[in-house]
């Protein structure tokens, strides 16, 4: 196989976070995109990241979180509550793969 191949472009997938703490707090799931590939810089800088520096995880979670057409959702002073931004950063950490998944932990 060429590695040609391999490439595509990337997609917006949802990402939903549905767990009990959330519905029952919210009243429904709350759902978000990412895409579903993402360049080696942003691989790289996440596993660089520290595990205890969670102001420095939030700010590269923030430039991969999405709307529905791919907008950033969270630019500016725009924030979430605390509990739920926990549970975006899990789904983004998640989402970009177990090697990344294990060198952060929000």
Excluded at 12 to 19: E, G, S, V
Excluded at 21 to 45: A, C, N, Q, R, S
Aim: glycine share 6%; proline share 5%; hydrophobic share 40%.
């Amino acid at each position: 196989m060429k590695l040609a191949q391999l490439t595509a472009k990337p997609k917006l997938i949802p990402i939903t976070i549905d767990d009990e703490e959330i519905v029952k707090e919210y009243g429904e799931p709350i759902e978000f995109w990412i895409y579903d590939k993402h360049k080696l810089e942003t691989f790289m800088g996440m596993a660089n990241l520290q595990k205890d520096n969670f102001t420095e995880v939030a700010k590269v979670v923030n430039t991969l979180v999405l709307d529905e057409k791919g907008k950033p959702i969270l630019q500016g002073e725009e924030t979430l509550p605390v509990n739920v931004m926990i549970k975006v950063i899990q789904k983004v950490v998640d989402s970009l793969g177990n090697s990344v998944g294990q060198t952060i932990k929000a």
